[in-house]
């Protein structure tokens, strides 16, 4: 059975820092595209950030790059996200994910596996 459970949301002030686990049991050993989304009331699902696994290579949204680290820990089956610097328009309920192939790891139609989220807060 496939599952993405999220974990480390919370609220926090802006300029402080939270870290998102991702644990994801199931999915056979395929280097797939595995990202963090984001979504506010109303609004889209908006990529954050996605590794592909199957060479290394990160990708981030323009909102986040520089503030946000995305890692994977292949043995522990963990996705991994470091916010630093957080500003209130972070405020979202995040997303982990699994897509169905590698390449183009922000388009968010590639991905058919969601966990069931976790809530970010961040007050002026």
């Known amino acids: 059975q496939v599952e993405l459970v999220e974990s480390g949301g919370g609220s926090v002030q802006a300029g402080g820092s939270l870290t998102l686990s991702c644990d994801v049991s199931g999915l056979p050993p395929r280097g797939n595209c595995m990202g963090w989304f984001r979504q506010t009331p109303g609004a889209e699902r908006e990529g954050v950030a996605a590794?592909?696994?199957?060479?290394?290579?990160?990708y981030y949204s323009d909102a986040v790059k520089g503030r946000f680290t995305i890692t994977r820990d292949s043995a522990k089956g963990t996705l991994v996200l470091q916010m630093n610097n957080l500003e209130p328009n972070d405020t979202a309920t995040y997303y982990c994910g699994y897509s169905r192939g590698g390449a183009n790891c922000l388009v968010i139609r590639l991905y058919y596996l969601w966990g069931q989220g976790t809530p970010v807060t961040v007050s002026s």
């Open positions: 590794i592909w696994p199957y060479n290394g290579a990160t």
